[in-house]
Nanobody, 119 residues
Framework: QVQLVESGGGLVQAGDSLRLSCTAS????????MGWFRQAPGKEREFVAA??????YYAEDVKGRFTISRDNAKNTVYLQMNGLKPEDTAVYYC??????????????WGQGTQVTVSS
């Protein structure tokens, strides 16, 4: 079993930056594909970004603004978010998977961290 704990959310203004962190415990971190999803009020949960081995993947509306990275020595994955917009407001969830998946029925989910962007 893997436990994922997110941190770094908060309230910022449009144009600001935030870095989310997600630390994993309980299993060899480097073997997991890791990602971020988000869910805004009244909307379905959506894919944001993922890293699988050395490859990264992004949703179209965050490309060029968000960067996902991982530090296997720290068992941590990061989501650097620049140029934040009010529409980025959501609860952000960290995910992990043992089978290399980045979407679908992922194995592990964090509890979520709130990001609020004011205009």
């Amino acid at each position: 079993q893997v436990q994922l704990v997110e941190s770094g959310g908060g309230l910022v203004q449009a144009g600001d930056s935030l870095r989310l962190s997600c630390t994993a415990s309980g299993r060899t971190f480097s073997s997991l594909s890791m990602g971020w999803f988000r869910q805004a009020p009244g909307k379905e949960r959506e894919f944001v970004a993922a890293v699988r081995w050395s490859l990264t993947y992004y949703a179209e509306d965050v490309k060029g603004r968000f960067t996902i990275s991982r530090d296997n020595a720290k068992n941590t994955v990061y989501l650097q978010m620049n140029g934040l917009k009010p529409e980025d407001t959501a609860v952000y969830y960290c995910t992990g998977d043992t089978k290399g998946r980045i979407t679908g029925s992922l194995d592990f989910w964090g509890q979520g961290t709130q990001v609020t962007v004011s205009s």
